[in-house]
Every structure is written in structure tokens, then in C-alpha cells.
């Protein structure tokens, strides 16, 4: 089952009070995504929000727009629950009990791994879009809302962060025209809003990663290389896990590597960032380890010690090249 936008945009013009679901760890595509939508559908005279349990990293603040809360009660009645950017209840753990208060189930996402915990009433799968935020663009046009700006520096975000500036294979023709329809917006400044999500980084932030990058531990010749950041080595640099992003990318110019790895141990459990380069399938060692993604890029996570998950997780990325 894949519902055409158009008819998503049907449906949406008659409901009201809707939640609207980021993945956990959210990025720029999941927030951009889902405030993009939020303000359109506020502009259409409806009740909507973003839920989240976590906050919103720095360098994406200004795609909060005034959209999100933790705070399900704020709507007497949900007649809409839609997911973005994800389609399982592993992500977005902890938010369950606010998604069950919605009569309908929505699901909007580009990623090919599928759940099957959720009956969804409706599902919008691209595989193809290179950004959950290229179809929430079009369905935001379906609906017949202007792009505001605010609405254009989401969808921005949303495309520039999910396509590594548009440096990923999955940047299109499609890809290029919605940011030069987001270009003739009044006031629309692409360098300002990368501005706002890539060049924040605080010096610590900018020690971690020196410190990960001088740290990699490499396989098979220098194709594959690992990376790890500890709770200990936060608190040496004085970071939080939201300020490592940017880390997998430098590991990914490195000449020679074909799979990336960044490890990052959590409270909870030990996160995988797996990035092929040209050829590997890491889509493939993330869903056999339970996580999911695209094939040039994926993550899954572990239950057990951050040496142990190297160990467990090396060998297969050699096996993949
Ligand atoms: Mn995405």
C-alpha cells in the first residue's frame, strides 16, 4: 500500500487535531519535515503540533517554529497521529501513549526498512526522496498552502541535512528543483540557514571530534574505518551526544574508506552510524543487527559494552566490501 499524495491532502483538509511524530535522535529532516507540515496545516486553520521527548539539538533550533511540546493534552481530541520520517514504534520510544490518542494512523518516510507494528491508515513511502521533506513539500503543495519562508527553511533543513549538501546519490533533478522553487520565496537565503545548522559548533564540540577523528580504529586495509565516542570522552570535551553530528561525514572524506562507523554510547545502549561510500550495502548489516536505513546509510544499536559491539560489528563491515 502506498497512498498518492493527493489523496493524503484530501483526507488532511478534513481533519483537525493532529500530532504529529519526529523519529527519536531527531535531525534536520525529521524536524524540518515535521514543522514544515505543522505550520501548514496551522495556516489552514488547524490544531497541530510536533511531539517530542527530547529537545531539539542547537544547531536546529530555529526549525522549531513554535511547533513542538511534550505536553499530549493540549489537544482535547487527536484525530491524527502521523509519523515522519520513520515508521516504527522503536522510534519514538517513550511517546507511545500520546501516538494512541490519534483515530487515524499516517506515515510519511523515505526509508526502505519496514516495521510492522502499526496498522497504518494511510502510508507515503519514497524510497526515492531524498528527504522525507521532498514529499512533505509536495503534499504541502497538494493541500494548496503558500511556502511561507518559515515553511521554505524547514524544507531546506530538511533537504540540505538529509542530502550531506547535497553531496549524497540520493540528490536529484527532483531534488534541485524544489530548492529552486524554495529560491524564488521572498527572503529565502540558503547560505543563512546553512549558516545556522553547520557552522555552530562549539570548541568543545570541535575537540571531540578531533579527538574521534585521531581515535579511528582501521580494518581491512584502511576500507573500514571505526569510531567511537564514550560517555567518558563527553565529559572530558564537555559535549553532548547531539554535538557529535558532523563527525561521520569527516570520517566518510577520508581517502580509501568505503564503510564508516561511529559508535556512541548512550545512557541506554551503544548506537551504530554505518555510511558505505560507493558500493557497500550497510542498509543490509544494520536490519540483520534489528536497525534499519538506506543502503549508503543506516544505524542499529546494541545492547552490550562498546568494545564488544567493535568487535561483533568489524567483521561484518569487512564482510561487506
Ligand atoms: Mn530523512
Known amino acids: 500500500m502506498n497512498d498518492t499524495v493527493k489523496s493524503i491532502a484530501t483526507l488532511l483538509k478534513d481533519l483537525d487535531g493532529i500530532l504529529i511524530f519526529p523519529h527519536i535522535n531527531m535531525d534536520g529532516d525529521a524536524l524540518g519535515s515535521s514543522a514544515a507540515i505543522c505550520l501548514a496545516l496551522r495556516s489552514l486553520g488547524k490544531k497541530a503540533y510536533i511531539m517530542i521527548n527530547e529537545p531539539v539539538p542547537k544547531n536546529l533550533d530555529f526549525l522549531e517554529c513554535g511547533c513542538t511540546t511534550d505536553d499530549d493534552s493540549l489537544l482535547d481530541e487527536v484525530q491524527l497521529s502521523l509519523m515522519l520520517d520513520c515508521n516504527g514504534m522503536n522510534r519514538i520510544i517513550g511517546r507511545e501513549d500520546a501516538w494512541n490518542r490519534g483515530k487515524l494512523k499516517g506515515c510519511i518516510d523515505h526509508h526502505m526498512s519496514k516495521s510492522t507494528d502499526i496498522r497504518f491508515d494511510f502510508v507515503r513511502t519514497e524510497i526515492k526522496a531524498a528527504a522525507t521533506g521532498e514529499i512533505i513539500y509536495n503534499l504541502i503543495r497538494a493541500l494548496g498552502v503558500p511556502v511561507s519562508l518559515d515553511i521554505a527553511n524547514c524544507i531546506f533543513a530538511a533537504i540540505t541535512t538529509d542530502t550531506g549538501n547535497f553531496q549524497h546519490s540520493n ?103 554505518l555510511r558505505a561510500k560507493t558500493y557497500a550495502n550497510v542498509e543490509r548489516i544494520a536490519a540483520s543487527f534489528g536497525g534499519g536505513g538506506h543502503i549508503l546509510a543506516a544505524g542499529c544499536s546494541f545492547d552490550m559494552p562498546i568494545g564488544e559491539v567493535e568487535s561483533l560489528l568489524s567483521p561484518k563491515l569487512e564482510a561487506a566490501l
Open 171 to 273: 540528490t536529484t533533478a527532483r531534488t534541485h528543483d524544489i530548492v529552486g522553487h524554495l529560491h524564488k520565496i521572498e527572503g529565502f537565503n540558503s547560505k543563512a540557514i546553512s549558516a545556522l545548522i553547520y557552522d555552530r559548533k562549539s570548541k568543545e564540540a570541535l575537540h571531540m571530534e578531533t579527538e574521534v577523528l585521531g581515535n579511528l580504529n582501521y580494518y581491512a586495509d584502511g576500507k573500514v574505518a571505526v569510531g567511537r565516542i564514550t560517555q567518558k570522552l563527553l565529559a572530558e570535551c564537555g559535549c553532548t551526544m547531539d554535538e557529535a553530528d558532523g563527525i561521520v561525514p569527516r570520517i566518510m572524506s577520508i581517502d580509501g574508506v568505503e564503510i564508516g562507523c561511529l559508535l556512541k554510547e548512550t545512557e541506554m545502549n551503544v548506537r551504530a552510524s
